[in-house]
């Protein structure tokens, strides 16, 4: 079945550093891949997505780009701010089907320090 | 406009007792999704309305849960009895029916955090 795996965290960065959160998935097809963010009591918000083949989604200064080759859609950022801090989550939406259901990975928690 | 709202935000029931969660989707928003995240795991799909049938409930886990859809508004999600394994965070999301069956985004409330002691 479909799945989505992420680098576990915690990542902690200093401000204006790069970021990286690897994310690769399995799936039949042509899915639309998602990112979303947690911030601090809040609940989800669709940072960015893309929906089908060397398609780059884009931000707030995030970008990930769909890899059909290396079934991929790494979150980037070249340079973090402390407000950046939160759970991102890395999810895919298979092709087709009735439902619309979103499939998530376990999250990565992003901590930016002063 | 309001966004997703679920009540409670927190809940600490016994093993063994009845907890019911509520979630009101943006007006409008014939979808409804319930998600769970255990603590450090992926969020977990469980189930999908539309309106007030229920078009996909393959991630509910056992018969221990049920969820409604009285009349297409607001939903409710029952545990009964809840067990220590159910606690986690109960996300709840809308979204509008696309053209064509096309989909559209959805937006997620803040989640429910229940601990089953």
């Known amino acids: 079945g479909n799945s989505v795996t992420q680098m576990e965290g915690p990542v902690t960065l200093s401000e204006e550093a790069f970021l990286t959160i690897n994310c690769t998935y399995t799936?039949?097809?042509?899915?639309?891949l998602f990112w979303y963010v947690q911030y601090p009591g809040e609940g989800l918000q669709l940072l960015l997505k893309?929906?089908?083949?060397?398609d780059k989604g884009s931000n707030k200064g995030f970008e990930a780009t769909y890899r059909k080759e290396t079934t991929s859609f790494h979150l980037e950022k070249g340079s973090v701010q402390v407000s950046d801090s939160a759970v991102y989550f890395c999810a895919l939406r298979g092709q087709g089907g009735a439902t619309n259901k979103l499939i998530f990975g376990t999250g990565t928690l992003l901590a930016v320090q002063p | 406009e309001a966004g997703v709202t679920q009540f409670p935000s927190h809940s600490v029931i016994e093993k063994g007792q009845t907890v019911t969660l509520r979630c009101d989707p943006i007006s409008g928003h014939d979808n409804l999704y319930w998600y769970r995240r255990v603590m450090g795991k992926e969020i977990k799909f469980l189930l999908h309305?539309?309106?007030?049938?229920?078009?996909?409930e393959s991630g509910m886990p056992n018969n221990r849960f049920l969820a409604e859809r009285t009349g297409g508004t607001y939903s409710t999600l029952k545990v009964q009895p809840a067990e220590l394994e159910d606690s986690g965070v109960y996300f709840c999301?809308?979204?509008?029916?696309?053209?064509?069956?096309?989909?559209?985004?959805?937006?997620f409330g803040q989640g429910t955090r229940l601990t089953v002691v």
């Open positions: 999301a809308s979204s509008a029916l696309g053209a064509g069956g096309g989909n559209t985004e959805a937006f």
């Open positions: 893309a929906t089908k083949a060397d």
């Open positions: 799936a039949t097809g042509y899915p639309s």
């Open positions: 309305f539309v309106k007030e049938s229920k078009q996909d």
